[in-house]
T-cell receptor, first 117, second 115 residues
């Protein structure tokens, strides 16, 4: 069964460093998302992406964050200058449907645990 | 602010019993509703989706939606120890002008099924 994959599974970085989290969505999916979950807290939406552009972003997704689809398979989240409070699990998700008719079933990858020291 | 509320539990049921998980949401414009299962340290796994009022059954799982009451529930019949996990309610809402919706998650209900 096709699934979303993410690398690395765990990333440790120093405060102020840049990190890139990578995702390979399910191959026939066109809609991509990043969520994060701080330990013990809710899963929170960061950004959605379709047709090579951001569709929507949350208040969390400030200028330190960016997303890119550099090729036909990868979808990346970059954090330019990490802060301690960026420590969380970051989940990539993808879906087949979007727009006015969407039911938007989103399938999540296994996550990248980001630890900022 | 769009809120999704779940009874946090923990909910503990014996093997073979029915587990009932509840969720309410604040925004009447919400369009689709999902239940995810999350094992400790793992990612959310989609187990049920529901879009219309009423019941939807899939194997041992039944999702129920009442949009007038802004309420969605999940019943797990014949609960098994392997069902022990945190169950996340998620609500999709698409803002005007947005192509895609975003999921708003509840905090989750921790379910333990004991043998």
């Amino acid at each position: 069964e096709p699934e979303v994959t993410q690398t690395p599974s765990h990333q440790v970085t120093q405060m102020g460093q840049e990190v890139i989290l990578r995702c390979v969505p399910i191959s026939n999916h066109l809609y991509f998302y990043w969520y994060r979950q701080i330990l013990g807290q809710k899963v929170e939406f960061l950004v959605s992406f379709y047709n090579n552009e951001i569709s929507e972003k949350s208040e969390i997704f400030d200028d330190q964050f960016s997303v890119e689809r550099p090729d036909g398979s990868n979808f990346t989240l970059k954090i330019r200058s990490t802060k301690l409070e960026d420590s969380a699990m970051y989940f990539c998700a993808s879906s087949t449907s979007g727009g006015a008719l969407t039911y938007n079933e989103q399938f999540f990858g296994p996550g990248t645990r980001l630890t900022v020291l | 602010q769009k809120e999704v509320e779940q009874n946090s539990g923990p909910l503990s049921v014996p093997e073979g019993a029915i587990a009932s998980l509840n969720c309410t949401y604040s925004d009447r414009g919400s369009q689709s509703f999902f239940w995810y299962r999350q094992y400790s340290g793992k990612s959310p796994e989609l187990i049920m989706s529901i879009y219309s009022n009423g019941d939807k059954e899939d194997g041992r799982f039944t999702a129920q939606l009442n949009k007038a009451s802004q309420y969605v529930s999940l019943l797990i019949r014949d609960s098994q120890p392997s069902d022990s996990a945190t169950y996340l309610c998620a609500v999709n809402f698409r803002d005007r002008g947005s192509t895609l919706g975003r999921l708003y998650f509840g905090r989750g209900t921790q379910l333990t099924v004991w043998p």
